[in-house]
């Protein structure tokens, strides 16, 4: 089976990374220093910490890494890409290497795409403003949606993350 035979295959496992919120205590190692579940392991489709990734259960296991930036989860290109195309995603420098958005940022309601740039582009699924022109996408779960990686999986996900939302606006 090749990659992209692969991708297909597996397609259920996104719907959950994109529905998982990241960073909270690891009941399994809470007496350890270091032990927010900042791991997705997409063969068990569940969040883990880095302690989890050492024992038998996950040792073998095809896993990644969530990483903050700006307040927001994002995943290493590097070791996205072998498991989902991320062609036309934005893609950002972070510490040196190339990141992308697990799912799309907020945006202010009054913004509007930079009036330097004369590529201004937009997401088109959320239309959040684009860097650069041959990207369409702003983040992971832009391009699951629109692609429909696995539409029932996604529904589920899409229900928690506009519930998300909608109590992120009214908090503020």
């Known amino acids: 089976m090749n990659l992209s035979e692969k991708r297909n295959v597996d397609g259920d496992w996104i719907a959950t990374l994109l529905s998982l919120e990241f ?3 690891c009941v399994d190692h809470k007496h350890l220093r270091k032990n927010e579940k900042n791991v997705f392991c997409i063969d068990c489709n569940v969040e883990i910490c880095r302690h989890c990734c ?3 259960a ?3 296991h095809r896993r990644l890494q969530i ?5 927001q989860d994002v995943l290493r290109l590097l070791d996205i890409q072998h ?3 991320c062609s036309e995603i934005q893609t950002y420098k972070i510490n040196g290497e190339k990141a992308i958005h697990l799912n799309s940022r907020p945006q202010a309601k009054d913004a509007r795409p930079s009036t330097k740039s004369k590529n201004a582009a937009s997401c088109v699924t959320c239309k959040r403003y684009i860097q650069d022109r041959p990207n369409r996408f702003c983040s992971i779960s832009c391009k699951a949606l629109r692609k429909s990686v696995s539409f029932v999986s996604l529904q589920k996900w899409n229900k928690v993350f506009w519930r998300k939302n909608i109590i992120i606006k009214k908090e503020v």
């Open 54 to 56: 050492n024992t038998e």
């Open 23 to 25: 960073f909270g205590t």
């Open 67 to 71: 990483c903050k930036y700006v307040y």
């Open 83 to 85: 498991y989902f195309d």
């Open 58 to 60: 996950h040792f073998v």
